[in-house]
């Protein structure tokens, strides 16, 4: 196709061209006047439309290869791309170098609101099928994605469903693994005054058949320096809010004590720890439970897990 021209005017174009024939060989989504042939692909009966696979190929940003969702972009030779690459592109078309100008490809997007496709995580467990502009909502929050690794003291690109991430934890991390719904635990850091990279996941617990984390981390709270220690359930947060669980900490005749509900591992331990959703103990009380010359912290985390009824 002979290059039409640039397109430098600021108002939004709409392009309503015909969708008869595709050039689906290539990936590019080149639009032809040309009236549908008695041979054109159909899909659903309706004569005229393509195939699912095919417009599913349309609909596949050449840039980011990700699904488009309106506004879907288009140059003056009628290749398309998403809204988000259209800037990173810097304007100008990644198939045929033209200015993309603001052109719309709306006979795209009416195609687009036709289909009904599968979740992407159907082989993972999830065989609903959503139109196409509900597919992306879905998957955000469809019940079968994967859980991202819940390890705290690095950043771990791991994920997967839950027995992958245990074993993950187990023989990557090195996490101890203890079986039981109570627990008895001691941090012991050296050097106290420094809170900097003292992030710790201690254990991962088995109990009442699931499994449950364990964090204790030292940030700044403010401008003071604080620990924390909080319980983060290895599943979803609609499962988390069927259990409890309670901490202690203390000593020469003072304790601290609370009790909650596990975050899931959706939310991200730095989410859980910025929320403060946990069991809080300022330093000076932590250097105090501690005993001694307090230059050392010697904390003894106690608790333990129930189910509610």
């Known amino acids: 196709m002979a290059p039409i021209g640039r397109i430098c005017k600021e108002d939004i174009l709409e392009s309503q061209s015909s969708f008869a024939k595709y050039d689906i060989s290539t990936g590019s989504a080149e639009i032809k006047s040309a009236p549908p042939s008695k041979g054109t692909i159909t899909n659903g009966g309706k004569p005229g439309m393509p195939s699912t696979s095919g417009v599913h190929e349309l609909l596949e940003c050449p840039v980011c290869m990700s699904s488009m969702f309106p506004p879907i972009h288009q140059c003056p030779n009628g290749h398309t791309l998403c809204s988000n690459c259209k800037a990173r592109v810097h304007n100008c078309c990644p198939t045929c170098r033209y200015e993309l100008g603001n052109i719309r490809c709306l006979a795209l997007e009416k195609v687009a609101e036709s289909l009904e496709l599968p979740c992407r995580y159907q082989s993972l467990g999830c065989h609903d099928i ?10 955000q929050h469809c019940r079968f994605r994967p859980y991202d690794c819940p390890y705290a003291g690095s950043e771990c690109s791991v994920s997967g469903d839950i027995p992958l991430l245990v074993s993950h934890l187990k023989d990557d991390h090195k996490v101890d693994m203890h079986d039981g719904c109570t627990f ?20 991962v617990f088995n109990c009442f058949g699931r499994q449950f984390c364990l ?42 004590t609370w009790q909650g509900v596990p975050r899931s591992i959706r939310d991200s331990h730095r989410k859980v720890r910025d929320s403060q959703d946990g ?31």
Not at 189 to 203: C, H
Not at 218 to 226: I, N
Request: one cysteine or more; hydrophobic letters at 40%.
């Open 279 to 309: 069991l809080i103990i300022q330093r000076n009380m932590a250097l105090f439970f501690s005993g001694g010359d307090r230059q050392e912290l010697k904390l003894r985390v106690t608790g333990r897990i129930w189910k509610e009824q």
């Open 215 to 256: 964090h204790f981390e030292a940030f700044q709270l403010g401008m003071a320096p604080v620990y924390m220690a909080f319980l983060r359930f290895m599943g979803d947060d609609d499962e988390a809010k069927k259990f409890c669980y309670s901490l202690e900490v203390g000593a020469n005749g003072r304790k601290l």
């Open 184 to 203: 008895n635990h001691r941090y012991v850091k050296s050097n106290p005054q420094e809170v900097e990279n003292a992030t710790w996941m201690l254990t």
């Open 130 to 139: 959503f139109p196409y502009y509900s597919k992306l909502k879905h998957e």
